[in-house]
């Protein structure tokens, strides 16, 4: 038997207090009700209040706390907070390199097999399931990545400032992977042996996008002609689609993937009047630059 050390109490079965020491019943054995000394250990993850069975708690709080500090306003990462299209852009560089650089360099000739078993997404392979998400990031020459990351550039922050980052990277890795599939889709279907690589799926679907959101928002044309963003974004649909019905005519130039724009049009489309029903909207001119506090007015080119 043992006595409490707050009110006294004969215990047959005592608590006794890791932190100071003392012999408390039930009633008194937590340190806020013995006014154990180790209180002013509080906030200590080792202190007064580990108590021991909420220790994967404490561990994912730690987690947490480490990536809040990397991500917080000076932290290493905190420049990509609402700027996801960076990290993009930096991926399709890198990617590049590696497809015309590095891959070469070891032994990995462009066009080869194993280069296409590494960045494209194919009719031969379509369950390589790396190359769903190789094949955003690889483009098939400067042109082709030129193209794709000035589109993203101007259009991707505007975006992800609208719909949030998360959203926004979710609609650039489904939307991405789902034109290359459906573009390989059709291809089965055809029998017509294909692949596909770059990111002008997922740029269609952020210019689908705005397009619901603020099919008037004003863009300048090869910098210099201004028209509305459902001209731009329609037009380019429209030769896609001219160009799948007549292969031979090439209005886009050769080896163009038209199923694969005209996916990333459709789910932007789909995306964009989701978001619009739940009040977003867009803004009535291409910004460029700036944070994350709205849309301001400046013009820029497409």
Same mark, same amino acid.
């Given at each position: ?24 019943? $039930? ?17 200590? @993850? ?9 220790? $994967? ?16 306003? !000076?932290? @290493? +990462? ?6 996801? #299209? ?33 960045? #494209? ?19 098939? *020459? ?33 939307? *991405?992977?789902?034109?290359? +599939?459906?573009? =390989? ?14 990111? &002008? ?8 996008? +705005?397009?619901?959101? $603020? ?9 210099? =002609? ?6 731009? #974004? ?14 031979? #005519? ?5 080896? =163009? ?9 459709? =789910?932007? +489309? ?8 739940? !009040?977003?909207?867009?803004? &009535?001119?291409?910004?460029?630059? !700036?944070?994350?506090? *709205? ?8």
């Amino acid at each position: 038997m043992a006595t409490c050390d707050v009110c006294g109490r004969e215990e047959s079965m005592p608590y006794r207090c890791r932190h100071c020491g003392g012999t408390y019943c $039930s009633d008194h054995r937590l340190p806020e009700n013995h006014d154990c000394a180790g209180l002013q250990n509080w906030g200590d @993850p080792s202190g007064v209040f580990d108590s021991g069975f909420d220790d $994967s708690v404490n561990q994912q709080g730690r987690a947490k706390s480490v990536a809040s500090r990397v991500t917080s306003t !000076g932290g @290493p +990462l905190s420049y990509f907070r609402g700027n996801m #299209t960076y990290p993009f852009l930096g991926l399709m560089l890198l990617t590049f390199v590696a497809q015309y650089g590095i891959a070469p360099a070891l032994g990995i000739p462009a066009g080869s097999a194993a280069w296409r078993d590494l960045f #494209t997404l194919s009719t031969a392979n379509p369950l390589y399931v790396w190359t769903w998400v190789t094949s955003i990031f690889a483009h098939g *020459g400067f042109g082709h990545i030129f193209a794709n990351g000035i589109a993203l550039f101007f259009f991707g922050p505007i975006v992800e400032r609208h719909v949030g980052s998360r959203a926004y990277t979710a609609l650039f890795f489904v939307s *991405g992977m789902a034109a290359g +599939l459906g573009q =390989i889709g059709l291809s089965l279907l055809l029998n017509t042996p294909s692949a596909v690589l770059g990111a &002008s799926g997922a740029v269609m679907a952020v210019l689908a996008v +705005l397009t619901v959101l $603020s099919p008037d928002m004003r863009v300048l044309l090869y910098f210099f =002609i201004p028209v509305p963003i459902w001209v731009i #974004t329609f037009g380019y649909a429209g030769l896609s689609v001219l160009g799948m019905l007549s292969p031979t #005519t090439n209005v886009l130039g050769g080896n =163009i993937a038209h199923a694969a724009h005209l996916t990333g049009l459709v =789910i932007g +489309l789909a995306y964009g009047e989701y978001v619009r029903r739940q !009040g977003v909207s867009g803004p &009535s001119n291409l910004q460029l630059g !700036g944070g994350a506090g *709205g849309p301001g007015r400046g013009r820029g080119p497409f």
